[in-house]
């Protein structure tokens, strides 16, 4: 199992980006999922998570600006990012906790993509 993310790239201030997180391999089902970023110098921080009943949560610094979501059919978790600003420049990550199928057996652990990068600048 592997989490890809996509969607990543430049924006100026007050632009729009949407990330993906898609699980692939064997995967039976994507339970919780996050994201996180993590900017240079910083600690990784919580950006927006959502439940398998799909209740989400937001970072005070993104509340009003972005929204999580996800499609079970695809197994795919997405972010929607509005109004950013260069303080949201960061590597972005995407983390989920995913059942991994083995012949009849279903295994869950927690993945972590391998990091998208937003940059956000005039």
């Known amino acids: 199992v592997q989490l890809v993310e996509s969607g990543g790239g430049w924006v100026r201030p007050g632009g729009s980006l949407k990330l993906s997180c898609v699980a692939t391999?064997?995967?039976?089902?994507?339970?919780?999922a996050a994201w996180y970023r993590q900017a240079p110098g910083k600690e990784r921080e919580l950006v927006a998570s959502i439940t398998e009943d799909g209740n989400t949560h937001y970072a005070d610094s993104v509340k009003g600006r972005f929204a999580v979501a996800r499609d079970f059919r695809r197994n795919t978790v997405y972010l929607q990012m509005n109004t950013l600003n260069p303080e949201d420049t960061a590597v972005y990550y995407c983390?989920?906790?995913?059942?991994?199928?083995?012949?009849?057996?279903?295994?869950?652990?927690?993945?972590w993509g391998q990091g998208t990068q937003v940059t956000v600048s005039s």
């Open positions: 391999g064997n995967v039976y089902e994507v339970h919780d």
């Open positions: 983390n989920a906790e995913v059942g991994a199928r083995t012949g009849y057996v279903i295994n869950w652990s927690q993945y």
